[in-house]
């Protein structure tokens, strides 16, 4: 009787702040573009924030396994196809820009238990967004369709950024 060795997948620490690089790919996207490492498919929950031309659209939290995390350096891969495979799908009050950015992961866990019941985003309840350090193509260089980098997520509701103290420009 032979016995089939248990393997466990490293698990993903989204607590991490990972640098997310877009590639277009077919079914895996190989090894890690940054470091050579393997990449591990996962589901999390991801904020997706939309734009139409200069102007912030919409933001949707979107739960999904468009990710490929690297299980050696903290790098995720998500191709933008799928991603707009995502957005596809839409509700007529909804604004979903021409284009998007995958701003970070939301981590659930760090909802307090007792604000659970309360929709994310609301004043009492922000979103425990880990963003992304980089938003890059891939080794690819093909532009994705969809894809821009938007920056300045703090214009979504809830969602917190730390600020850091700005110069005063002289004019």
Known sequence: MSVTPYFKEPSIDITEPRE???ESFKDHPGPCPRCGGFLQQSR???????????KIA?????GSDFGWFCTHCPTVVIDPA????????TLPHWDVGSEFAVAGIIDLDAVPEE????PLGDDDNPIPLVEFTNISRGRSGAQPARQAE??????VPGARKKQGKRKKRRR
Not at 82 to 89: C, E, I, R, T
Not at 115 to 118: N, S, Y
Not at 150 to 155: A, D, I, L
């Open 150 to 155: 938007v920056t300045g997520s703090r214009k």
């Open 58 to 62: 919409d933001s949707f939290i979107i």
């Open 115 to 118: 604000k659970r019941h309360l």
């Open 82 to 89: 799928d991603v707009s495979k995502m957005l596809q799908n």
């Open 44 to 54: 999390q929950t991801y904020l997706v924030v939309t734009r139409r031309g200069r």
């Open 20 to 22: 997310c690089i877009h």
